[in-house]
């Protein structure tokens, strides 16, 4: 639509918000009162054939035919016809009418029946000017072009696609799953800081602030690991949070800077009952909210029933490979391996870092069906416990679907040397300019130092788990608004 049409569109509605006024209509009514939806309706309509009910909603069509107009009502649970006569109404009601526009909210009273055609339909017996929209709505809503637009004005988007409106109902039924889930296994929902002294629980680059008040710099946390781990310090014995945690770092179809997880820690456990847990609540939530456990992804058939098989990320960078880590005895033959694989790495990276690397980069991709990939390197694992028989690895796993991580956890490093020790090898990495090494948490240490019980712990990305069981290929199509340059003009 040109500038000078959706002027004069603007114009035409400003000028019938004003004879509206001039009525003694308020175009901005306080309250509505409606006793159904449109889906209830027509979902009941054998009951509520011919019963008078109540409706609310935005208009999103109407069809004037003389002395008959038919017009889609839509609201939260989807959208029903009403039919409105001039018989019924009345002249002058009937005439108001005409001052409504595509996007108005009104509420309805008539009664149910279906059209000729078929059609369940609410006869309207009188109506109310709810609300005046002095907008248009989007007359086309696909292609590249408009993509940009959905996500900076996601209010146009939940109105005009239904998909997306499906979209986030679903991530709310998602994350109510998961409570549901965790409540009824006994553990409690906590809440720990989102300004922190240190931003610790991950390798990540942290967004930066100041305290005036207490003239202080504070991170936004990466993670809410440390602060739920000294929960199990203090005797709550199975805790999780629910939560934005924010990294500064790149922008992707599967990042975005500000997201949402649910980290989860168990006393008395390890990361083999981590997995039980990731595999059944994963199973469990798919089935309350899609009614399956078998979910289409872009095409692909994904069964989530438990078990979920577990491979170790060496045998894995084996099977896809061909190289055995286990007989690469040191670091520089690591180099030598990858160099051999067409593997380009930075300077100074570890033995461990290398068949990291080897599997992000070979390994990631194939992993389709749900799979808990564990034993990862000990460089990688800086809070979790080591495989005493083999201290090259540690009790951590992820779990994967369609190719990316959806699930985190360890058993828990609860040894307050060995975690020191760990802190202070990051700390080396980061005077060696890595910015998302760990930094140093004495405190954390000496809440370890009073004795954490055996634990284990577990973060599920929600955003990422909410795409695969949406079918969205973007994590910027399940965040309601996600992180935006702000285009030229905007203020």
Request: proline fraction near 4%; aromatic fraction near 10%; hydrophobic fraction near 35%.
């Amino acid at each position: 639509m040109d500038q000078e049409n959706l002027h004069e569109l603007l114009q035409i509605r400003r000028q019938k918000l004003e004879q509206l006024k001039e009525k003694g209509i308020d175009p901005y009514a306080p309250k509505y009162r409606a006793d159904h939806y449109s889906k209830d309706i027509i979902e009941r309509f054998e009951s509520l054939e011919g019963k008078e009910v109540s409706i609310a909603g935005r208009l999103v069509s109407i069809r004037a035919h003389g002395k008959a107009t038919f017009a889609h009502l839509q609201d939260y649970k989807g959208r029903i016809q009403i039919y409105l006569r001039f018989d019924q109404l009345g002249e002058e009601k009937y005439s108001l009418f005409n001052l409504c526009d595509l996007g108005d909210f009104i509420g309805c009273r008539g009664t149910v029946f279906r059209t000729r055609k078929g059609e369940v339909t609410v006869n309207v017996t009188d109506y109310r000017f709810l609300v005046k929209s002095l907008r248009p709505l989007p007359e086309k809503w696909h292609g590249l072009k408009d993509v940009e637009l959905r996500y900076r004005q996601r209010y146009l988007d939940l109105i005009v696609n239904d998909s997306v409106r499906q979209t986030f109902i679903n991530r709310s039924k998602i994350v109510q799953g998961i409570r549901d889930y965790l409540n009824a296994q006994g553990f409690l929902e906590m809440e720990t800081p989102v300004l922190q002294t240190i931003a610790g629980g991950a390798l990540a680059r942290p967004f930066v602030t100041h305290h005036n008040a207490l003239d202080m710099t504070l991170y936004l946390r990466i993670a809410t690991e440390l602060h739920l781990k000294r929960l199990l310090v203090g005797g709550l014995d199975k805790v999780y949070e629910i939560g934005r945690v924010f990294r500064n770092e790149g922008i992707s179809t599967k990042h975005n800077p500000e997201f949402t997880s649910v980290e989860i820690y168990q006393s008395y456990a390890d990361y083999n009952d981590m997995m039980e847990l990731t595999e059944n609540m994963i199973y469990q939530v798919a089935l309350q909210v899609l009614g399956t456990g078998r979910v289409t992804y872009q095409g692909e058939t994904i069964d989530l029933t438990p078990p979920w098989p577990r491979e170790t990320m060496v045998d894995l960078v084996r099977k896809y490979t061909g190289v055995d880590f286990r007989e690469i005895p040191d670091t520089p033959a690591a180099y030598r391996a990858a160099e051999k694989a067409g593997l380009k790495l930075d300077e100074g990276l570890t033995w461990g870092e290398i068949l990291n690397e080897f599997f992000e980069a070979f390994c990631e991709e194939q992993l389709r069906q749900p799979i808990f990939v564990k034993d990862y390197p000990i460089e990688v694992s800086p809070l979790a416990k080591k495989i005493e028989s083999d201290p090259r690895f540690t009790y951590r796993f992820e779990g994967f679907i369609v190719g990316y991580e959806v699930a985190n956890a360890f058993t828990e490093l609860n040894d307050p040397l060995d975690q020191k020790e760990r802190f202070l090898q990051q700390l080396s990495k980061r005077e060696a300019g890595d910015e998302e090494a760990h930094v140093m948490d004495e405190d954390f240490v000496l809440a370890l130092e009073h004795g954490m019980p055996p634990a284990g712990g577990l973060g599920i990305g929600i955003d990422r788990l909410v795409m695969l069981l949406t079918d969205n290929v973007s994590i910027r199509d399940v965040i309601l608004f996600p992180t935006l340059r702000p285009r030229q003009g905007d203020v």
